[in-house]
C-alpha cells in the first residue's frame, strides 16, 4: 500500500513541485506590483521595443509585466494540477491491477 513512488509519477510530482515553488517565489511577487530587476530587464531585452510600445510609462511598464507573471503562475498552476491529477489517476490504475 506505502510503496515508495518512482517512474513517471514521480517524476510528474517532482516537476509540479519545482514549477509550483518556481510560481510562487518569482512569478507571483512580480504580479503583485514588485517587480524584479533582473526579471523585468529580461522580458524588456526579450520583447524589445514592442513593450515600450505597449508602456510608454513606468506604471504601465509595471502593468504589463504583472499580467504577464499572472498568465504565467496561472499556467505553472496548471500544468501542476494536471500532474497531480494524472499522478492519481496513475497511482488508482496501478491499484486496478
Known amino acids: 500500500m506505502n510503496a515508495p513512488e518512482g517512474g ?3 517524476a510528474l510530482r517532482l516537476v509540479g513541485f519545482v514549477l509550483g515553488v518556481a510560481g ?7 504580479a503583485f506590483g514588485r517587480t524584479w530587476p533582473w526579471l523585468s530587464s529580461q522580458v ?3 520583447y524589445g521595443p ?3 510600445a ?5 506604471w504601465h511598464c509595471v502593468l ?3 499580467i504577464y507573471a499572472l498568465i504565467r503562475a ?3 498552476f496548471a500544468v501542476s494540477l494536471l500532474g497531480f491529477v ?8 496501478r491499484g486496478r491491477d
Do not use: I, K, M
Open 74 to 76: 496561472a499556467l505553472y
Open 24 to 30: 510562487a517565489f518569482v512569478f507571483l511577487p512580480e
Open 64 to 66: 504589463v509585466l504583472s
Open 86 to 93: 494524472l499522478a492519481f489517476a496513475l497511482l488508482a490504475r
Open 50 to 52: 514592442d513593450v515600450r
Open 54 to 58: 505597449w508602456a510608454p510609462t513606468f
Open 44 to 46: 524588456l531585452q526579450y
Open 8 to 10: 513517471f509519477t514521480g
